[in-house]
């Protein structure tokens, strides 16, 4: 059914001088001139082909017709204020949908999920693993992780840093290269192995089946376990992990609140 056009802003107006009987008065509420007030119900009565007001010795009144739809109007106003709060109450949801890579998940992001759960016990996660193209109207997402070079037409930030190391398995020497898609370190050199990611790529390399470039934040849980070491020099590439939504889901207090998170 085609919904007739409504002039909100005038009758939001109207509401407003009607309480008050006063233009003045009206606008030091809705914080405009009491001319924006005149201009706004002489539109609305102008759209509606209905007088509104009379001036009279005593003051401003409200016409038989204005004061037929008021407690409508003002019950309709209710019900929109009732519409923004069921809306908004999804702000106060404590569940986040979060799209990320596999490897990135486990390799860093599930740590530092458990510390922000320590702290805010009420929340809960769902994690889905992020394909190349992010839909976030589709899987209904708060907050995605992706390789790349920004946050393309999202908000975002860069996780960490876009430092890549070469690693391979302790006294295994360099080894063939171990390679893997996104990976943007190439060096022209033969491939042993290509695997499906990052995460793979370190533990092919910590088993002993060469080498392979993966970003420095990805490995730091398996150098500081001793499963790979570093070989040769850091690259800096142009790809990092960036954290990134739509402008409305950034915006989100449950959102801000763990990027803040994420990125201490």
């Not at 702000?91 to 458990?114: E, G, V």
């Not at 088993?207 to 001793?226: I, S």
Request: charged share 25%; proline share 5%.
């Amino acid at each position: 059914m085609k919904r007739t056009h409504l002039p909100l802003n005038g009758l939001r107006v109207l509401d407003a001088a009607a309480r008050h009987l006063s233009f003045t008065k009206a606008a030091d509420e809705l914080a405009v001139t009491p001319a924006a007030v005149g201009q706004q119900i002489r539109a609305l009565e102008d759209m509606m082909g209905v007088v509104m007001f009379r001036r009279t010795p005593k003051g401003l009144e409200l016409t038989d017709e204005a004061a037929a739809g008021l407690d409508p109007l003002r019950s309709g106003f209710l019900q929109f204020e009732e519409a923004v709060r069921a809306m908004q109450s999804g702000q106060s949801s404590h569940k986040l949908t979060i799209a990320a890579p596999r490897d990135f998940t486990q390799k860093w992001l599930n740590q530092r999920l458990t510390g922000f759960s320590n702290d805010n016990p009420q929340t809960s996660f769902a994690l889905v693993a992020a394909d190349d193209e992010i839909d976030f109207t589709e899987a209904n997402l708060d907050l995605a992780i992706w390789l790349g070079d920004g946050p393309g037409e999202h908000e975002g930030v860069l996780l960490g840093d876009t430092v890549f190391v070469k690693v391979t398995g302790p006294g295994n020497g360099e080894g063939k290269k171990i390679d893997w898609p996104g990976c943007p370190i190439s060096e022209g050199e033969e491939t042993l192995m290509r695997v499906a990611d990052g995460g793979l790529a370190i533990e092919a390399a910590a088993n002993g089946f060469g080498h392979a470039w993966v970003p420095k934040m990805l490995v730091q849980r398996d150098l500081a376990g001793g499963r790979v070491e570093i070989i040769g020099e850091d690259s800096v590439s142009s790809r990092g992990y960036w954290l990134m939504a739509p402008t409305p889901q950034w915006r989100q207090k449950k959102v801000k609140a763990l990027v803040a998170a994420l990125t201490e």
